[in-house]
């Protein structure tokens, strides 16, 4: 029996240690960067994989930490560009796409603005100062003021290119670096306009109607909302099956993940 029992306890040592060897590194967006940290705390709870790190630096930052190698996913809320795709290959990486959310843009202003909806195109003139004062649409008389995220962020690339159109923001345009900052600097800020992911968005903004439709789970899984966008995590390469890895950017297809990615305020890509 003693014999049996320390057989038992070898081999729980060892599995132990299998499971203890399982690591992940991820890093980029700060708009996936919730859902990675919830699927990391899943993990560690539920998987014992305890070792894994969410570093939220950007989406560009994502794309350098798989062809640089020093992450195992790439969390980003835009595709890769040309440029990053190329810098990977140079490095012997390939990276693949895995859709893991979809999310919006959201326009947001501070709750105590009374304008609600906008166009595009009347957000485009905020933020290239031809329209300066919320009186010019209908609200108080209040200077506008605009904030933008670093340009390194998926959320600044997916604005650039819905709404403004490449045109250039002006200079007095304030600049932050996270969600999170946007978040805070929109509801203490009562001229504020700024945009941030759809799970930021809480009683302490108000997201805007843009062109006629207001930003929701319907609204941006359909397409409809005009400034809708896919959330992605890359890897080098398609996975090994039944890696950690691979169960982490698969997660989000099971129940529990997609249980998660509503909870933070995104839409799932399943519907159970």
């Known amino acids: 029996m003693k014999k049996l029992m320390s057989l038992i306890i070898v081999a729980t040592l060892i599995f132990a240690g299998f499971a203890q060897a399982e690591s992940l590194k991820i890093e980029g967006s700060t708009t ?15 998987l ?19 062809a640089d190698g020093r992450a ?31 999310d919006g843009v959201c326009v947001a202003v501070h709750p105590s603005n009374p304008v609600k909806a906008l166009t595009i195109e009347q957000v485009r003139d905020i933020y290239t100062g031809k329209i300066t004062n919320w009186k010019d649409l209908g ?24 709404v403004m159109n490449k045109e250039k923001m002006h200079d007095k345009t304030e600049e932050v670096a996270s969600n999170p900052q946007m978040h805070s600097r929109i509801s203490t800020t009562k001229g504020a306009i700024g945009y941030l992911g759809l ?26 909302y005009p400034i809708s966008r896919p959330l992605f995590m890359f890897t080098n390469g398609y996975p090994k099956l039944g890696s950690a890895v691979h169960k982490f950017i698969s997660f989000h297809l099971s129940e529990e993940g997609q249980e998660i990615v509503e909870t933070k305020g995104f839409v799932p890509l399943t519907d159970y």
């Not at 014992?48 to 798989?66: L, M, P």
């Not at 200077?143 to 340009?151: F, G, M, Q």
């Open 72 to 102: 195992d996913i790439g969390i980003m809320s835009r595709f890769m560009k040309d440029k990053e795709f190329a810098a990977c290959v140079s490095k012997g990486v390939m990276p693949v796409a895995h859709v893991v959310a979809m």
């Open 48 to 66: 014992g994989i305890s070792d894994i790190t969410v570093t939220k630096n950007g989406s560009g930052n994502g794309a350098a930490a798989i």
């Open 32 to 46: 996936v960067g919730p859902i990675a940290d919830a699927f990391a705390e899943y993990f560690k709870s539920n």
């Open 199 to 224: 799970g930021f968005v809480d009683y302490k903004v108000s997201a805007l109607t843009i062109n006629g439709i207001k930003p929701s789970r319907k609204t941006i899984s359909s397409g409809a």
């Open 139 to 162: 609200g108080p008389n209040l200077a506008i003021v605009c904030i933008t995220r670093d340009s390194a962020s998926g959320t600044f690339e997916t604005f650039e290119g819905l």
